[in-house]
């Protein structure tokens, strides 16, 4: 003779609950994709629905823009991780995303004491301007860029 259960049904809904967050879950895998990018490189993004609104959990790691109805640009801007969420025209959710952002190849870190320098080198070793850089050389650098930028612009101008 078998146990009487003191509550009817509980074997059965336990069941439902055990199958219900199981197909939870493997929806949730099923569409956890994981997006690797560079610190200042971009990268396209295919939805299968036209996208409304773009979500990025920490914009100082990565930022996302709409280029069409379904390509998104997804560019890394710090190191770390972040996630991405797009909504429909109904709020609906999408695509969800994990965003890695990672140094970028061919980057040399350089440390003279407690200051940091930044190079990237492909094919030779250049400065190159990095959240946590030393500042004096940091910003003598990005005074260098700038300079060379706004002398670009006055030519185009002409």
Do not use: W
Not at 41 to 53: E, G, H, K, Y
Not at 119 to 147: I, K, M
């Amino acid at each position: 003779m078998r146990p009487r259960n003191p509550i009817p049904h509980t074997g059965m809904l336990a069941r439902a609950a055990v199958v219900a967050c199981a197909a939870l879950l493997l929806a949730t895998q099923a569409r956890a994709e994981r997006l690797v990018v560079g610190v200042d490189r971009a990268m396209l993004v295919r939805v299968d629905v036209p996208v409304d609104t773009i979500v990025i959990g920490n914009p100082v790691i990565a930022d996302a823009s709409v280029y069409d109805q379904t390509t998104l640009i997804i560019t890394g801007k710090a190191f770390g991780e972040t996630n991405l969420i797009v909504l429909d025209s109904l709020g609906k959710i999408v695509h969800e995303a994990d965003v890695a952002v990672s140094t970028p190849r061919n980057t040399v870190t350089m440390h003279k004491g407690a200051a940091r320098l930044t190079y990237t080198c492909a094919p030779a070793c250049e400065r190159t301007l990095r959240a946590g850089d030393a500042v004096d050389e940091f910003t003598n650098l990005q005074g260098q860029v700038s300079t060379t930028l706004d002398m670009g612009k006055g030519q185009a101008s002409q």
